[in-house]
């Protein structure tokens, strides 16, 4: 089990930018796909995008592709999602998850989960 925890979350005008970093613990995550994933207020968890156990691949939703960037450091544990030109409607908790398959956008192939990092974007 991987062990994850979500930073970087904040309030920032539309525009902005902001870089959310993932940490794990307890096992390596470099066996893992990482994907991010996002909850605005009364919807389901929505895909974000996603990157390969060796970071040399990444797929995005069309909603962010082109604004957002994924990242990963293995020896560092830790995976970022950059977010540039960020939107009112980009508001929402953002998650990070561990899995084994890609590219996927479905959250039932993520088996670990952090606890999420709230993102508010003003216009």
């Known amino acids: 089990q991987v062990q994850l925890v979500e930073s970087g979350g904040g309030l920032v005008q539309a525009g902005g930018s902001l870089r959310l970093s993932c940490a794990a613990s307890?096992?390596?995550?470099?066996?893992?796909?990482m994907g991010w994933f996002r909850q605005a207020p009364g919807k389901e968890h929505e895909f974000v995008g996603t990157i390969s156990s060796r970071g040399d691949s990444t797929y995005y939703a069309v909603s962010v592709k082109g604004r957002f960037t994924i990242s990963r450091d293995n020896a560092k544990n830790t995976v970022y999602l950059q977010m540039d030109t960020l939107k009112p409607e980009d508001t929402a908790v953002y998650y990070c998850?561990?899995?084994?398959?890609?590219?996927?956008?479905?959250?039932?192939?993520?088996?670990?989960w952090g606890q999420g990092t709230q993102v508010t974007v003003s216009s």
């Open positions: 998850a561990a899995g084994i398959a890609y590219p996927s956008r479905s959250t039932h192939t993520y088996a670990d």
């Open positions: 307890g096992r390596t995550v470099s066996s893992y796909a």
